[in-house]
């Protein structure tokens, strides 16, 4: 028995990870769709704590937060397409960079997504100075884990497919190609990988999921001020 279900939703980069994951080591899964405004009794009981996706269901055991989920991927299927190093040293440094976006890099484009004004641009700053601090990190190589595609790649790959959502939806430019040409090369390596390409969520869909996201956090944002 080797039952694999995925609790996720196409409008979370959090989630999507997990699908270029599973299907980078050729991982058969099933999909179930939770609408994370009428979150199920399945996804609750499985994320009690978070209440959130990705949630990975292994032959009924639950694993939680996508950065532990990635990692529980790699080293359960680790005779294909092993996404974390093998050195422990180079390891630990892939892990704080995740980290690093997880708790810095998108909190702060998040952030400037859900605002307006000079809020925003306050924000924006932030995030540019962080988008900054990733593009230092692709000095010298085609991806953010080297030669091809690793950890850190589908960590920071919401970049990638997300970004220029949360550009056109909130109507700023972060990822100017003159200031971030190594994030910009990258990523145009990153959406040409097959697997990739083919399990982005559908960009039209996105607009109108995050237009949605957008006039409900800006309108409680502005109520709270």
């Known amino acids: 028995m080797n039952e694999v279900k995925l609790f996720w939703t196409f409008s ?53 937060e996508s950065l532990v989920i990635l990692e529980y991927i790699d080293e359960t299927w680790n005779k294909i397409a092993r996404l974390l190093p093998e050195d422990p040293l180079v390891r630990a440094n892939v892990r704080f960079w995740a980290k690093y976006n997880d708790e810095q890099l998108f909190p702060s484009v998040f952030d400037a997504f859900v605002n307006q004004g000079v809020k925003q641009e306050k924000a924006k700053s932030s ?69 990739i390409k083919e399990s982005c969520p559908n960009r039209e869909k996105l607009i109108i999921k995050y237009q949605r996201i957008r006039a409900y956090l800006t309108t409680i944002a502005a109520q709270n001020d």
């Open 12 to 64: 979370s980069p959090f989630a999507q990870r997990i699908v270029w994951a599973l299907k980078l080591k050729d991982i058969e899964y099933e999909t179930i769709q939770e609408d994370l405004a009428n979150k199920s009794s399945l996804l609750l009981e499985y994320n009690p704590i978070h209440k959130k996706v990705p949630v990975l269901l292994h032959n009924g055991t639950a694993i939680c």
């Open 127 to 195: 995030a540019l100075a962080n988008l900054d601090v990733a593009e230092k990190q692709l000095v010298g190589k085609k991806f953010f884990s080297g030669e091809s595609i690793g950890f850190l790649d589908i960590a920071f790959g919401w970049i990638a497919n997300y970004l220029e959502i949360i550009e056109e939806t909130s109507g700023m430019k972060l990822l100017d190609k003159e200031r971030f040409p190594l994030i910009s090369a990258w990523k145009d390596n990153f959406c040409d990988v097959p697997i």
